[in-house]
């Protein structure tokens, strides 16, 4: 079994959003049971709600199903995953401060650095504040990168 946990800041938006896209995948490759996925945040203030309504709304109109409640990783959440992706600098550089192991911060990736071609250290950029339209480009993103991740994650399996 993998464990792979998504992270951004609130846990409203980007990484439930990854979660949802890449739990999609899963299934669809009949890998339902040997990965689980979960999503977290580094910042505590909207702990507890359910994802931003645009980001749940856009979802939808691609048939995922955001069904989370915020939550906040903490360093010992490392000892219960594999892999803790990121979905921008910010929140990498803030889980490496609570790495408590070097083993754990070698658990830590970026969402975007499994998606094929994109610029090294690309990140997932925050809706949050903007349009409707980027939580449409979210999705895009997450499913790029989540593709990426689910070939990563085969080779895991198959190691």
């Known amino acids: 079994m993998l464990r792979v946990c998504f992270v951004c800041l609130g846990n409203i938006c ?8 890449m739990r999609h995948l899963v299934r669809e490759a009949g890998l339902a049971d040997r990965v ?7 910042g505590d203030w909207h ?3 359910p994802p931003d309504r645009r980001a749940a709304a856009a979802a939808r109109r691609r048939g ?22 990121a979905m921008d600098g ?5 889980l490496e401060a609570m ?10 990736r ?19 504040y903007g349009g409707p339209g ?4 979210v999705l895009d993103i997450c499913e790029a990168a989540c593709r990426g991740l689910l070939d990563h994650l085969r080779g895991q399996l198959e190691a």
């Not at 090294?120 to 949050?128: F, K, L, N, R």
């Open 14 to 21: 980007r990484s439930p959003t990854a979660e949802a896209v």
């Open 36 to 42: 689980t996925l979960d999503s977290a945040g580094t």
């Open 47 to 49: 702990l507890g709600e």
């Open 64 to 85: 995922l199903e955001l069904d989370h409640r915020a939550q906040l990783f903490r360093g010992d959440d490392f000892a219960r995953f594999d892999l803790v992706v």
């Open 90 to 94: 910010s929140n990498l550089s803030n």
């Open 99 to 108: 790495a408590p192991t070097p083993a754990a911060r070698d658990k830590l």
């Open 110 to 128: 970026l969402l975007r650095s499994f998606e094929p071609g994109a610029a090294p250290g690309a990140e997932v950029p925050d809706p949050y």
């Open 134 to 137: 980027g939580f449409d480009e």
